[in-house]
């Protein structure tokens, strides 16, 4: 026999995330943050089906919630850096998060798509589409800021996906109409004002870029294909 309840919950988003983030369920363990860290409102339903078990234990709890969320913030999402203003619609279940909407990340507005896995049977441990226009401070956090060869604003359209080893992917659409480009190796570059697209992906490990596996950019008539492997920072 099972012991349903549900509950439609609205308020401050912080009461909400406690509940779900209860230490019998070992969220907090599981999703890596704490719910000090978070701030907003929201409307909640919750449902939690209990088992009558003499000895209940946290995997034998189901829980699912599903909440649309307002003014969000979060002081650590992805690279050490936060999350503010927020609009997300969300969903839970013991096998995984998901959320759509937008908000602020690193003083740079974002649309996006994430899911975390947390029953870990998944290849994939998270995977987050965005749609955003790339300044200095978003490259320098994510190991990506080479002046030399791309400066200036670009907007772009990219996939992460982290494994469960922390290996990741990051692939890449990006309008090149206002920043210089340049290619290493070519007296040529693009500069800003003029047409361009180009298409990356790049490995990561243990946070930092290893290498661009693959990348092609077309600007009038000049194009280009190839990869880039990159040296350990000290």
Known sequence: ???SVSALVRGPVKPAIALIAHPRLNMRGRLGFSTEDI???QATRLQIDLPLLKNLKADDVSVSAASNIEGLSVKSVLWGKGIDNGRVSLKYNNESITASGEAVYAETPISFK???DLSNGRSIKRRIEAGLTAKTRLAK???LHYPEILDGPVPLK???EQRQ???AELSARLDLQDAKFYVPGFDWAKLPGRPGTARLSASF???SITTINGFNI??????AVGNVAFEPRD
């Open 1 to 3: 026999a099972v012991v």
């Open 39 to 41: 701030a907003g409102t």
């Open 114 to 116: 994430w899911m975390e």
């Open 141 to 143: 956090i994510f190991d």
């Open 158 to 160: 990219l996939v992460y």
């Open 165 to 167: 080893n922390n290996d």
């Open 205 to 207: 490990r243990d946070g």
């Open 218 to 223: 077309q600007s009038g008539a000049f194009s």
